[in-house]
């Protein structure tokens, strides 16, 4: 996990792109979010207001928090996703991504109380937007994660199938709604192995791999197919 830099971090981190040649590709998309965080939190000091910089803020903390467990990241997260839904109380994107860091500090505290009450936000936004593409992949990424007794696993892997159905019919809403389609691939390959298919959870696993073989998701993706081998 890269530490927050400075503007002088910033240009050391380019000189050393510059210096590992071949290797730079591996570290491009960490250096990458590590500038772009930096820009965004230099951003909301100027733009306090800015919905979209308070949610980009919050998913990157979320992302951070997801792959890394630094529990640094679920405060910075929940500060900015709070302070996103102040702003715009009937933003759905605010309260779903809000809902998916309850799930995470839950996985975090083993707090099976906490992970409902984030299933159940989420659950509640699908009733007002039963087709709302990022709130269904969101809660198909909790859903397949969380414990077998939640009984979930059938519902995560609807709610993928159809982001996956819609993006394919529609590229265009992975950029509106800022899917991550990588990580779409790597939950529907878990969704697969869960249900004891393991074709295709190696087939989506593949399409991961595919899609994003630098990243976290990739990254992942290619070690449960080596598992599974």
Request: with cysteine; proline share 5%.
């Amino acid at each position: 996990m890269f530490q927050r830099m400075d503007p002088s971090r910033i240009v050391s981190a380019a000189v050393v792109f510059v210096m590992l040649g071949s290797s730079a590709p591996t570290l491009a998309p960490a250096i990458a979010a590590e500038v772009n965080l930096y820009a965004l939190e230099g951003r909301v000091v100027r733009e306090p207001q800015n919905l979209q910089v308070l949610l980009q803020l919050g998913q990157e903390y979320s992302r951070r928090f997801d792959e890394g467990r630094l529990q640094d990241d679920s405060r910075k997260g929940r500060e900015y996703l709070d302070r996103a839904v102040k702003v715009a109380p009937q933003s759905v994107e605010a309260k779903a991504r809000s809902a998916v860091l309850t799930c995470l500090d839950a996985r975090e505290r083993n707090s099976k109380n906490l992970a409902r009450k984030g299933l159940s936000e989420l659950d509640a936004l699908l009733v007002v937007e039963p087709n709302n593409p990022l709130v269904r992949e969101l809660r198909g990424f909790v859903g397949i994660e969380v414990p077998g007794e939640f009984v979930r696993v059938d519902q995560a892997l609807s709610d993928l199938t159809f982001v996956e159905e819609q993006a394919r019919k529609n590229p265009s809403i992975i950029n509106t709604y800022a899917l991550n389609m990588p990580k779409v691939f790597l939950k529907l390959g878990k969704c697969w192995r869960a249900k004891g298919d393991m074709a295709n959870a190696k087939k989506w696993w593949q399409e991961a791999v595919q899609a994003s073989p630098t990243s976290w998701e990739g990254k992942t993706a290619a070690r449960l197919m080596r598992k599974h081998d």
